[in-house]
């Protein structure tokens, strides 16, 4: 075999061997984290939301939803988003997850993890190729939380808004924005169209103060433990009522 050859063999082995350390460290830290569980979901004012959900990825791996239960036996879990796509790729458990939830009483959404450095009309495609909403489905979601360094605030607003109106015009629902309290201060808000957004899901796990911005749904804690899934989970409360709720839903 030619010198070439084996430099070939060698250099496609050590990228072979990189990603599989990369995967096995990943579910090791994600499932060994010494994270600790939260009880913010006993906190008043939190127990006053009565429609709460969970947001899942293949981060928590295999889930027995037979057995999703909320950790307080006094409320009761009515929705999980479930992330689709990131950026161009897509979620390796979300048919699985998407399907599972589809055989339990819970709402279900599907999410879309925004990379601010690709093109938005390939992610906004990609993401309708991969989830089909049915009736009574959750909106879509978009997941913003960074900016890239190769682009001003600018133009990511102009992204964000063409993959919003792609994905409306495809399944004729307004979609759900997700992001961070500080990124939505400083980045989204800004902008009028945003600020008047009408479907807003915040991140925000403040012990103390309710999230700045006039949100719908509200992430208050990424450690909830939940009967069912082997990790800690992203949990969420809905700010209104069950009609309220009921009319965000795919018709």
């Not at 992330?83 to 279900?108: K, P």
């Not at 808004?161 to 980045?187: A, C, M, R």
């Amino acid at each position: 075999m030619s010198r070439s050859k084996w430099i070939l063999l060698v250099v496609v082995f050590l990228i072979f061997t990189t990603i599989t350390a990369i995967v096995v460290m990943e579910r090791y830290s994600y499932h060994n984290s010494s994270r600790k569980p939260t009880n913010a979901y006993l906190h008043s004012r939190i127990k006053k939301y009565k429609i709460q959900g969970i947001d899942i990825s293949h981060h928590q791996g295999e889930i027995d939803w037979e057995e999703i239960k909320h950790p307080d036996t006094t409320q009761e879990l009515k929705f999980v988003f479930i992330r689709a796509t990131v950026g161009i790729d897509s979620d390796n458990r979300f048919t699985e997850n998407w399907n599972g939830a589809g055989n339990t009483q819970l709402s279900r959404g599907a999410y879309h993890y925004y990379w601010s450095d690709v093109n938005s009309t390939t992610q906004a495609n990609h993401f309708i190729e991969t989830v089909k909403l049915v009736k009574g489905d959750l909106p879509p979601v978009l997941d913003i939380e960074d900016i890239s360094s190769i682009q001003n605030v600018t133009s990511l607003r102009k992204g964000l808004k063409n993959w919003i109106q792609l994905v409306e015009d495809h399944y004729g629902v307004k979609p759900i924005i997700y992001t961070g309290d500080s990124f939505y201060n400083s980045f989204l808000e800004p902008d009028s169209y945003f600020k008047s957004y009408p479907n807003i899901w915040i991140a925000n796990y403040n012990r103390v103060d309710l999230p700045d911005a006039d949100w719908d749904f509200w992430q208050y804690t990424d450690r909830m433990p939940v009967n069912g899934v082997e990790t800690l989970v992203d949990a969420n409360v809905f700010k209104g009522s069950q009609s309220k709720f009921n009319a965000l839903l795919v018709p």
